[in-house]
């Protein structure tokens, strides 16, 4: 072990676990199991809110990073993983966080809500080629009759009720993933969210349109409690 009273200096490359180092410093180990840590930054075992950053620096102003990005695990504010980015700026903006408890991941937030939460902006996927580009996929994981998968929209600051509106795809059964689509409207005015029973139209997998029904038999069924179940006006007078 070698033992600094103040400051220490190399003059090239130093290497912990080689005797080749190839940057500046070159950490290596044999760890086999995954718990285990080749390169420790803080740990007070005393302290549960302790604070620990890595600076990856582009530009620095008497001695403190301005430009650049870093890690930090904040264990005195959020408990959270932070990626910050830094344009003339000491503290930096959070870009990602990741929540040490849940694991969920936020963009733009420090307390994402969902398994990714973005916030502050919208979301493009894209790809270059000839016919599908970019796309989201939704599902679930067991096929059986009834189970669904959804998009769901609400527009309250609230992350996990009041999805009032959505988009559902409902298995048929074991049927290679086929199933019927569903339009969702909660009018309830309470927190629940919207779900399967909330179906205001509906399309079959064979192609059938249901408004007001969820088993149309025909290739536009239009059902309803009340009289006028279908009308049609234009603007015109006289």
Do not use: C, W
Request: aromatic share 8%; proline share 2%.
């Amino acid at each position: 072990a070698i033992n600094f009273l103040n400051n220490g200096y190399f003059a090239g490359n130093v290497g912990i676990g080689t005797n080749s180092p190839g940057a500046k410093l070159h950490v290596t180990g044999n760890n086999v199991n995954a718990s285990e840590a080749t390169v420790r930054i803080g740990g007070v075992p005393s302290f549960g809110n302790g604070v620990s950053r890595l600076e990856l620096v582009e530009n620095m102003s008497a001695n403190v990073m301005t430009y650049g990005f870093s890690l930090t695990a904040d264990g005195n504010s959020t408990n959270n993983l932070l990626i910050r980015n830094h344009s003339n700026s000491a503290v930096g903006n959070v870009a990602i966080a990741v929540d040490r408890i849940t694991s969920d991941v936020g963009i733009g937030t420090t307390s994402p809500q969902q398994k990714l939460h973005v916030q502050g902006g919208g979301v493009r996927i894209e790809d270059v080629g000839t016919g599908l580009g970019g796309f989201v996929s939704v599902g679930n994981n067991t096929e059986a009759a009834g189970n669904y998968s959804a998009y769901f929209f609400g527009n309250t600051a609230l992350d996990q009720t009041y999805f009032k509106g959505g988009i559902a795809y409902e298995t048929l059964a074991s049927t290679n993933g086929r199933g019927d689509m569903h339009f969702l409207q909660d009018s309830n005015a309470n927190s629940s969210n919207a779900t399967i029973a909330d179906s205001v139209m509906t399309i079959l997998n064979g192609g059938n349109v249901g408004i007001g029904t969820v088993s149309p038999t025909a290739k536009l069924n239009i059902g309803s409690a009340y009289n006028d179940a279908f009308v049609l006006t234009d603007g015109r007078s006289g």
